[in-house]
């Protein structure tokens, strides 16, 4: 089986390519000599940096003597901070966590057909 290399553009390939560099070369004595050398680079834009918010709830259940079900529900969102506010966002995240957990619980209780 052949393995087939992908010819992708790596992130550090295109990078490169916003590289230049001049060398100005001269041959003194049948040797090269370096005499000036430039470079310009441009600068990476890096991504925005990421918090993330976990958010979980548990809930345990007897079904018989000395027998319970544990349900356990989490959430792990990344959000970034100075455009959402935190306490919103885990608000948001803690609504979705325990409407989650809730159709659970009710799903278990509802009896089988």
Same mark, same amino acid.
């Given at each position: 089986? %052949?393995?087939?290399?992908?010819?992708?553009? &790596?992130?550090?390939?295109?990078?490169?390519? *916003?590289?230049? =560099?001049?060398?100005?070369?001269?041959?003194?004595?049948?040797?090269? =000599?370096?005499?000036?050398?430039?470079?310009?680079?441009? !600068?990476? %834009?890096?991504? !925005?940096?990421? /918090? @993330?918010?976990?958010?979980?709830? &548990?809930?345990?259940?007897?079904?018989?003597?000395? @027998?319970?079900? =544990?349900?356990?529900?989490?959430?792990?969102? !990344?959000?970034?901070? /100075?455009? @959402? *506010? %935190? *306490?919103?966002?885990? *608000? =948001?995240?803690?609504?979705?966590? /325990?409407?989650?957990?809730? &159709?659970?619980?009710?799903?278990?209780? &509802? !009896?089988? /057909?």
């Amino acid at each position: 089986m %052949a393995i087939n290399v992908g010819k992708k553009p &790596s992130p550090h390939g295109e990078a490169a390519q *916003d590289l230049t =560099e001049v060398q100005t070369k001269k041959i003194k004595n049948g040797e090269e =000599e370096i005499t000036a050398h430039e470079a310009k680079s441009v !600068p990476v %834009a890096l991504p !925005p940096l990421y /918090e @993330t918010l976990e958010v979980g709830v &548990s809930f345990r259940m007897p079904v018989a003597q000395y @027998t319970m079900l =544990e349900f356990t529900v989490r959430r792990n969102r !990344p959000f970034d901070p /100075e455009k @959402t *506010d %935190a *306490d919103k966002f885990f *608000d =948001e995240t803690k609504e979705w966590v /325990e409407k989650k957990l809730n &159709s659970i619980i009710a799903e278990q209780q &509802s !009896p089988e /057909e």
